[in-house]
């Protein structure tokens, strides 16, 4: 029975552990996730225009980071344009990035797609965000946005 407790302890701690954001900031060279390089990266700025020929794309982007997830590090926010961002998750949760992030300029690959994000959905990530109550009030239209599933994330500066 002390075996059982035991193992059962240890794997609550590894799952708790795994479940935290990376400590620190992010400094160039960090890497999250699958590795990643710079080698090959578009510009964020193109991608509107390559999903009006394609629903899903495998990508490399080089992009700014705008915000993330101020809890854990479980997403973010990418700056496309002067009008548009792009919304990040991980890779089944299989990594978080620090909370520090913002202001970072990234490579991430993975998959790039459009969604319609529902108004609970944006209102629970403006929580997320901490965003004053106001700004989470005024949430009352879903959104069409460009979203990535991250394999890899690499901050560059």
């Known amino acids: 029975m002390k075996k059982l407790t035991l193992t059962f302890a240890l794997i609550l701690c590894a799952f708790f552990i795994n479940a935290q954001p990376p400590a620190g900031h ?3 060279g960090d890497t999250y996730g699958a590795k990643v390089s710079e080698a090959g990266a578009i510009n964020i700025s193109e991608i ?4 009006k020929a394609k629903d899903t ?3 490399k982007v080089k992009a700014k980071v ?3 997830c101020a809890k854990k590090g479980c997403w973010m926010n990418l700056i496309v344009d002067d ?3 792009a919304f990040v998750k991980m890779k089944d949760y299989g990594f978080f990035v620090p909370t520090e992030i913002e202001g970072k300029t990234v490579v991430l690959e993975g998959i790039a797609f459009t969604k319609t ?3 609970s959905e944006l209102k629970h990530y403006a929580e997320d965000a901490k965003k004053p109550q ?3 009030d ?3 239209e879903p959104k069409q946005e460009i979203r990535f599933l991250a394999n890899g994330i690499m901050v560059v500066k």
Do not use: D, F, Q
Not at 48 to 51: G, N
């Open 26 to 28: 992010a400094k160039p």
């Open 48 to 51: 509107p225009a390559m999903l």
């Open 57 to 59: 794309l495998a990508v």
């Open 66 to 68: 705008e915000s993330s």
């Open 83 to 85: 009008k548009t961002t």
């Open 117 to 119: 994000t529902s108004v």
């Open 134 to 136: 106001s700004e989470i």
């Open 138 to 140: 005024a949430i009352t």
